[in-house]
């Protein structure tokens, strides 16, 4: 059996709307760990249109670094063979590039994946637009949650479209876990039977209704697409993405 790596959550304490102080953010240090997951790149949102200046900005990532640092010594003292990493959740914004550029934020680990979100009424064009402006800069994306997208979820050719362009696509555990019915669960079932999906990640935002979990979700991929894809999209394309490569 192999660990499970979780490139997408907030498990980060104080920050954004993830734990909401050190006891829940080693609370979910723990659930994480005893469920299996032992390699985690914490992701605080990034926002750009919250902050007013460069100095809110800086401020944010100095907070960030804090609470880090606290998890990182937590984890250490723990789970010895656990290891945290850092990255982002960024909300797509035109200026993106120059924010990375600029270490305003962050990519997953200091790779060229870039974790990105988008508003959940984006159209197909901007999608698109977006990703091959990421791509062309030398980023690659990994484009959260896509069960979210009323664009995708009307598309299965575009979500075919972005992953034959480089995106890398990403749903949520509890999305495969929560829903059973309906156009969200029609999309992820059609999304993983064809192959479409490269990464599972928890999202995760508190201990109790979002929890870091992953494995419930395995099992469930396991038994309806087979132990391989399970394999590639709970461990092995995370390994190569926070060793970057392609
Ligand atoms: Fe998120």
Redesign the pocket.
Known sequence: MYDFIDL???ILSGIDDGAKDTEMMTRMLDIAYSDGIKTICL?P?FKIYRFNDAEEISKYNQDIQKAYELACCYAKNTYPDMTLLLGN?IMYHNDMFDSLVSSKCHTISTTSYV?V?FPPHISSFDLKNATSKLLRKGFHPII??VERYNALLNSHSLLKELKESGAIIQINSNSITRFKFGKVARFIRKALKNKLVDIVCT?S?NDTSFPPTLSKAYRKVCKRYGNDYSKKIFHDNQFMIINNKH
């Open positions: 997408h959550c907030h992701t949102h959740e974790l979100e959260a949650h999202d935002h």
